[in-house]
């Protein structure tokens, strides 16, 4: 019983260190790079790309009059672009200033079909929106996840009183023709498409395609050969720069590449496009996961054998290393730190505190089973000395002839031996069958003076042999319903004990007194007590003191799991006063019959 709450104890211990270190930093680090080592290991079969992007970049920049001259230049590459009928085009620049070729710019803007433009929250807050406005069909914001690594890209951005969806969404609802995005406590809809995304961050987390899968032109390419302009024919066209003298925060992705904002936004475009979402799992989904852990780790070692345990218990390990990557495969995103943790501490602990418990055991029961041996050592060689009387005699009586008063003398001592004999083995069986509680107690009315008289009686002739007396110093009489015989065993037991651990010429007080109902029999000496530590094992069967041995006292170390039996079966109990050099004091409490 104690066993099994330890084993409880201690996997909930292993359970909740692991659980609440995955509260800490360290975990997310780690889940972090886990996720970004799953995501290169298991990219899916992508449909074709649906996207293109449209970039300024440093040689666009030069060929066609830099910075000054770039909204000519991106007028000019427009009408190229839009002629080829692309399903939209998402502009990622910043054009919150008027500047030059603005009107040029304005017009080209016209003429694309589904225009998004990019609105930037600038250092002091609120929506820097662009001047062309009234050109676009839709405003989207144009932030991604500014963490190490841009996992994730928040769909929605509100500043102030005004949201905005990412216009890598804006550009997907005019390319699927939807009004809206209507939103639920746990997704976006947004036409045919429903995008996971919970209420609290409504981030996605994108699905980065590897290097070079979705398309790409420079305006450069597009103006200087406007035949290749018909990549874009059907796509939605991301454009902005990936100059590196224009882009100012390139950011790191799980694919191990930089991106600028402008092609994060076309990777989660295409996320979005091709419906395969990967989602994250609830914090109660991991911890229930965590407990299941726990639990098996705790069953595998409680119910199964050796190494049929280590064996399930490696295999409970592989499933834990293994879980988050078949989730994974299917789309859901789940913590690897802190199932791992859990399983191993369970299992560590389930493994060491079965093995521990069970060397214990082992060595707690090879300890009994040596005492045993002892004990039964000691009774047939207890049993050997009337034996011996009773093969004597009966050996001379059939001999020789003697006389009837020999005849008789000799008679009776073979009867006496036998009685003797009779006695101790009638003794070893109650206590076995004391033990599992299959003996039929007799129910007779007796005095206790009686019984005990007998018993000092019977214990003075073996005190005598260390001059040692027994002093009855009150002797208060009452009736008691119970086993006699058995009752005068305890009582015998606690007096030849007082004896046989004492000192010679000491004296054994023996006290009974009735208080009310009650009945208190004190057997005192003055012996070589025990230490508390002692005293918590004396009534187990085969226990010994260190000291009782080395003082080199005989004994089996049952009598006092007998006597402790038979009290209960009485109603009874016992009380234990004792101190090392000082004595012992036995108390036994008996309901006295009314
Ligand atoms: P045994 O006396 O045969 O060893 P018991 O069950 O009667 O077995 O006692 C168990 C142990 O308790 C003894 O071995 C001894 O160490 C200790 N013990 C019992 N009674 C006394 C006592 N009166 N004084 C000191 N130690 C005692």
């Known amino acids: 019983m104690h066993r099994r709450v330890g084993y409880v104890l201690v996997l909930t211990a292993a359970f909740l260190l692991g659980w609440l270190i995955s509260f800490t930093r360290l975990p997310a680090t780690i889940d972090n790079a886990a996720y970004d080592w799953m995501f290169n290991l298991h990219q899916p079969a992508y449909p074709p790309a649906q996207s293109a992007l449209l970039t300024i970049d440093e040689a666009s920049l030069t060929s066609t009059g830099g910075r000054r001259n770039l909204r000519r230049t991106l007028a000019r590459a427009l009408d190229l672009v839009s002629a080829a009928k692309p399903k939209a085009i998402a502009i990622d620049l910043i054009l919150a200033e008027p500047g030059e070729g603005d009107d040029e710019l304005r017009a080209a803007l016209t003429r694309v079909p589904n225009l998004v ?126 100059a590196q003298s224009e882009v100012k925060d390139r950011l790191m992705t799980p694919m191990e590449v930089m991106m600028p904002g402008v092609e994060i936004h076309a990777h989660a475009y295409e996320t979005i496009a091709a419906g395969d979402f990967l989602t994250e799992a609830r914090p109660w989904v991991s911890t229930a996961a965590c407990l299941a852990l726990a639990v098996l780790a705790g069953l595998i070692f409680w119910r199964m054998p050796g190494w049929l345990a280590y064996a399930a218990a490696g295999v409970l390990l592989l499933a834990a290393h293994l879980l988050p990557h078949l989730l994974f495969r299917q789309g859901i995103v789940f913590p690897t730190f802190a199932p791992l943790l859990v399983a191993w501490l369970s299992v560590a602990s389930a493994a060491a505190y079965q093995y521990f418990g069970t060397k214990r055991e082992l060595a707690r029961t090879e300890q009994e089973r040596s005492r045993y041996q002892q004990a039964i050592h000691f009774v047939t060689h207890e049993m050997r000395t009337p034996l011996t009387a009773i093969q004597g005699s009966s050996e001379l009586m059939s001999r020789y002839n003697l006389n009837p008063d020999k005849q008789k003398q000799m ?184």
């Open 411 to 594: 008679a009776q001592m073979i009867n006496a031996e036998s009685k003797r004999l009779a006695r101790m083995i009638t003794t070893f069986l109650n206590l076995e069958r004391l033990g599992d509680g299959s003996l039929d107690l007799k129910r007779e009315a007796f005095s206790l003076a009686e019984a005990l008289g007998a018993c000092v009686d019977r214990a003075r002739a073996v005190a005598e042999r260390k001059q040692m007396t027994i002093e009855v110093s009150r002797a208060d009489d009452a009736p008691l319903t119970g086993d006699r015989e058995l009752l005068e065993y305890a009582i015998y037991n606690l007096l030849t004990n007082a004896v046989k651990y004492s000192p010679a010429e000491s004296i054994v007080t023996v006290t009974s007194e009735r208080t009310g109902d009650k009945l208190r029999l004190s057997v005192a000496d003055q012996g070589m007590g025990m230490d508390a530590q002692e005293l918590k094992h004396i009534f187990d069967k085969f226990y010994r003191t260190k000291r009782a041995e080395a003082a080199g006292i005989e004994g089996t170390g049952i009598g006092l799991s007998i006597v402790q039996e038979i009290v209960r079966h009485h109603g009874g109990r016992i009380e234990v006063a004792s101190q090392p050099g000082q004595g012992s004091c036995f108390t036994l409490i008996l309901p006295a019959t009314t």
């Open 117 to 242: 433009l990019g609105a930037d929250i600038p250092q002091q807050g609120g929506w820097e929106w662009p001047i062309f406005r009234a050109q676009a069909r839709a405003i989207g914001h144009v932030h991604a996840d500014p963490d190490p690594v841009s996992r994730h890209l928040p769909l929605m951005k509100l500043q102030q009183t005004d949201r905005l969806w990412a216009i890598c969404l804006e550009t997907y609802r005019l390319a699927a023709q939807a009004t809206s995005v209507l939103e639920t406590p746990t997704d976006l809809e947004v036409g045919p498409r429903v995008i996971p995304a919970r209420p609290d961050t409504r981030d996605l987390l994108i699905r980065y395609r590897r290097p070079g899968q979705i398309p790409r032109l420079s305006v450069r390419d597009v103006i200087e050969s406007p035949a290749r302009a018909s990549l874009f024919t059907g796509k939605a066209v991301f454009v902005g720069f990936t």
